[in-house]
């Protein structure tokens, strides 16, 4: 019994002393976290103020320090840009050229070191997380800073001898990026449900020389759901989906890509006018390796080593009933559009795989659509840039593209563009075997109302060099049964009917039923001027037609 009264007594005794402790600790806690909590209100405002030189305000609504859980909330916090200042400091040529603006629903510092924050002034964390923020970016390239450049521990070390975070985490960000250009004219950039995910996060007087950090961190990730910009014609929303970029990786990779016409063909013409063509493209599974942010974001430039597109759809519609759009298109062939475009871009390697095109286009003669189709496309396209000291070192844009051709023909070609001129100097080479002629009905029925009974391509090779007025080369083509139907179109009807006496005069007297014949192989050697209103694929196209043409009907044939 004494034994047990004895264990009892201990009992008490020892849990009064642990509730005393206990208590003993939250009243320690409470009491260094109201007087901590009112230093780091202080502190707060006052590190933004000192280290923006007054152009910056940090407000917030609440702020908790919980010692007990090591961790600090901020509710509605804001970082707000003094206009007055700001106005003074581009007046003195000390204004920077990033400017920020930013707000957030709340703030949590998890797992924060609170001791070694108030005695070894680090502040170390395992994370912190925003929830809800909203950012705007400013680069103004038109603002003058004369002041000493300083890194982010320069900024910091008068108050803080480091910053180190686990993780930082922005979760459904709205970020809008505006870069002022030397004209004052902007370009803006919005992104919606933005992820961002900052790992390892170090500020100290050696962490901007550590070659495995990227801008103090081991690696920056981004994940963006679905971004959709309207085009300024207000023709087509450009939707990018799925995006994931790594900044360890020096890599983005993108879902989908989709160019939607916002309008269906018969309300795009009418809300076109002039004669255009109409793009439908879904591009998927994007890899961009060796991207350089730093460039994009501070210098606009774009530079990238290899993208990887592992499949696709490109619908074509054009409607030649439209009338013709007022001047010409001299100046718009493909590297010449690229030496316009604003942003700079260079890029080593763009690499295509598995992309289906449909070209269709209305004859206004038949009234009928013509489809071209370009089935399993794979095209590598090497030295993609407008950069001048890019061109000096090489000077040619070139692409290798090969494909099925109206589900039989075997389709190679390589082109040449040269960047140092403004002319639209290119050169093509290119072959086309072993194909039916009867697959080339769907096109040439509607756009030349011409069938073919029979023709077996053997080899079709091609070569030819011009610019933008326009082209001349070498044609090569072997076939054997060449029959032709000449047509006309059924009165009231989607049909056609042969013209039987003009096209027994074609097959009899006019065309070659075969090359080589008799005779030596025959060689074309055509010439073609560029009609102005017309495309570079129109151009290509023409000059190789004029070559088929001289082979299978000779130079001044009547048809």
């Not at 590190?47 to 600090?72: E, F, P």
């Not at 990238?304 to 009933?321: C, E, M, P, T």
């Not at 639209?424 to 769907?442: A, C, H, I, W, Y």
Request: charge should be positive; charged fraction near 25%; proline fraction near 3%.
């Amino acid at each position: 019994m004494e034994k047990r009264s004895f264990i009892r007594r201990f009992l008490r005794k020892a849990l009064i002393i642990l509730a005393s402790f206990i208590l003993l600790v939250m009243v320690t806690a409470w009491y260094l976290a109201h007087r901590w909590d009112n230093q780091i209100r202080v502190q707060l405002k006052s590190y933004v103020l000192d280290m923006s030189d007054s152009l910056y305000n940090l407000q917030y609504d609440k702020l908790h320090l919980n010692l007990i859980t090591g961790s600090l909330s901020i509710e509605k916090v804001s970082l707000v840009r003094d206009t007055a200042v700001y106005t003074r400091l581009q007046q003195a040529h000390k204004a920077p050229r990033f400017l920020y603006t930013f707000s957030a629903d709340e703030i949590n510092l998890k797992y924060f070191k609170v001791w070694r924050y108030f005695h070894k002034k680090q502040l170390s964390a395992s994370s912190l997380v925003l929830r809800n923020p909203n950012i705007i970016l400013e680069l103004n390239t038109q603002n003058i800073d004369t002041t000493k450049p300083r890194n982010a521990y320069q900024n910091i070390s008068k108050k803080i001898s480091s910053i180190h975070l686990g993780t930082l985490l922005l979760d459904n960000t709205n970020l809008k990026y505006t870069y002022i250009k030397k004209d004052s004219s902007l370009i803006y950039t919005q992104l919606h449900e933005l992820s961002v995910q900052v790992r390892d996060f170090l500020i100290d007087s050696v962490a901007l020389q550590d070659p495995t950090r990227y801008l103090y961190a081991r690696n920056y990730i981004l994940d963006l759901k679905n971004y959709r910009y309207r085009t300024p014609d207000s023709l087509y929303w450009l939707h990018v989906r799925d995006v994931h970029y790594s900044a360890e990786d020096r890599s983005i990779k993108i879902g989908q890509f989709q160019v939607e016409p916002r309008y269906n063909r018969e309300e795009f013409d009418r809300k076109s006018i002039y004669q255009r063509d109409r793009f439908d493209v879904h591009l998927n599974n994007i890899d961009i390796t060796n991207l350089e942010p730093r460039l994009l974001l501070e210098n606009q430039v774009f530079q990238a080593g290899k993208v990887v597109i592992s499949s696709g759809d490109l619908d074509i519609y054009h409607n030649r009933n439209l009338p013709m759009s007022p001047g010409n298109k001299l100046g718009k062939f493909p590297n010449q559009l690229l030496l316009k475009v604003a942003l700079p871009i260079n890029i080593d390697t763009i690499i295509g795989k598995k992309t289906d095109i449909l070209y269709t286009e209305i004859n206004p003669k038949s009234q009928e659509a013509g489809k071209l189709s370009f089935q399993q496309v794979h095209g590598i396209f090497r030295n993609i840039t407008n950069i001048d000291t890019a061109i000096a070192r090489k000077s040619m844009l070139t692409a290798e593209l090969d494909a099925v051709l109206m589900k039989s023909g075997k389709l190679k070609a390589h082109f040449g563009f040269s960047l140092k001129n403004n002319n639209g100097g290119f050169s093509v080479t290119g072959q086309l075997k072993d194909m039916d002629g009867r697959e080339l009905n769907p096109v040439i029925k509607p756009l030349a109302m011409v069938e073919v009974k029979s023709c077996k391509i053997n080899d079709l090779s091609f070569s030819m060099n011009g610019n933008e007025r326009g082209a001349r080369g070498e044609v090569k083509f072997l076939y054997s049964d060449l029959r032709v139907n000449i047509l006309e179109k059924k009165e009231g009807s989607h049909e056609f009917k042969k013209k039987g006496l003009m096209s027994f005069i074609a097959n009899l007297m006019v065309i070659r039923n075969e090359n080589p014949g008799k005779e030596k192989t025959i060689i074309a050697h055509p010439a073609y001027t560029r009609d102005p209103n017309k495309s570079f694929f129109n151009l290509v196209w023409k000059t190789l037609f004029t070559g088929i043409k001289e082979t299978a009907l000779g130079e001044n044939s009547p048809i």
